[in-house]
């Protein structure tokens, strides 16, 4: 690559998101619009899921307590999709909606059924929330008719964005306060995001918007300074080959990379898939081409060793990071490097397509360690990291904002949806995101840009 064509951006920017404790959502404001949407039914099937998990809070999270929480969510984001719908600027996006809310409720029946086999001491809010559920159904027969003449209309499209635009100003001035788990690791809770702080294009240029970049978590003595890059160089999909800088101004500058090739042909069984890898003591570990397998590949002696998930983990796309627009391709598995070492977040049908989070103990070859089930359901987030053992998933809000919304303890099994921590985009999407534990930032690749953030922490 010519190094004439490489254009450097550096950027610091503090940023500091300011909150007070008397904000609203979106999605609370629309209501006042009376939308055609049935949203006392939906409220109504909320407050049945939500006595329902009021009953079960007592005891340890169980097989049933994920199933209600992700069920709750998932009828969130339902009415979510539905506002999303409705402010559809074609009829083409207005269709997909509508298609896309059609599976949201084929999955939240499907998730009904089951609570109701599980156990009959919930029978009673099962059957109910399913009753509901139907008569919700035959409302969205209705609304469906009614989107094809009504929702797409200038009018309401006009006053649903003015509205928007409004409530999103009003947000960013009043938003409540971020929450968080407590803090772990003498570093205090997590409370905001800060940065971007630093931020350059990749020397390979926009051409490719999947990769991922960082530092070793373990590195050896001399090796504390060294930064690698994968790009994925093959339909946004696969990668061949690491890069590897001595420093990060030599990586911003694309200067004297060196290239280690993961085999000499291409692809094998163990090409690198997907953007959400790691590097843990010379060693780089990522989801195996087209496999559920998590591939250990040694820097220096080129070997790699596998080790595989569960059986019903999904891969190929089959449970990818998303919003509602757009599926991150291959995401399926997440590796992520926190205080105690390297996890692997990937997400199984026997838990409902939620997150299943398990910790890989680095020896050659890698084993699978102790494993946590989680009611977040996949294809909602767009990415995760861990910090001092808490699993922090984001979401996707809007082109210049991305909000960590949900935590996992690993230690408590405490599980939150209501975190509000917002990270400040370079650019549309972020592909890769990893915690730092050595300086405390998250690194991304955002659309062929590698981005750091700085991690505050109360
Ligand atoms: C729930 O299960 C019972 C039997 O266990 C069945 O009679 C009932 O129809 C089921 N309800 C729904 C909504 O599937
Ligand atoms: C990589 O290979 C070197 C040399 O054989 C060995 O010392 C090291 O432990 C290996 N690393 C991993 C993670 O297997």
Known sequence: MSQSHIFILMIVIPLSFSQSATGKECVCDLKNLDPPFPKDELTKVETAVLKCIGSITSEKMTDLDRLVLGLQQRIKQLE??????????SNLYAAVSLRIIELEF???????NKLNRTTSDYHHQGVQAAAQLDDMKGAMVELEKFDKMQVIKKYRENQMKKTLEQCKDELKASSPPPTASPGRCGLG?????AGPRTSSITPYSTSYAYGAWGRDMKPAPGEENKYWLVVLTSSNVYGYYVRQYSTLSTLLLGLGPKDTYISNSNPTTNTIQGPNMV???NA???NCYYTSSICQFNMTTRAISTVALPSDTGYNNKFPFGHLATSYSYTDMDLATDESGV?????TT???????ISKIETSNPPVLGQTWKTSLYKITATNTFMVCGVLYATRYLDKETEQIFYSYDTKTKEERFDLKINIKKMQTNIEFLNYDPRDHLLYAFSDAYIVTYELIFQ
């Open 350 to 356: 026997s838990n409902f397509g939620n997150v299943v």
């Open 106 to 112: 084929a999955e939240i029946q499907d998730l009904l």
């Open 284 to 286: 780089l570990y990522y």
């Open 343 to 347: 996890y692997v977040i990937y997400a």
């Open 279 to 281: 590097m843990y003591a």
């Open 80 to 89: 979510d999709d539905v506002v999303m719908l409705e402010k559809a600027k």
């Open 189 to 193: 809770q997590m409370v905001n995001v």
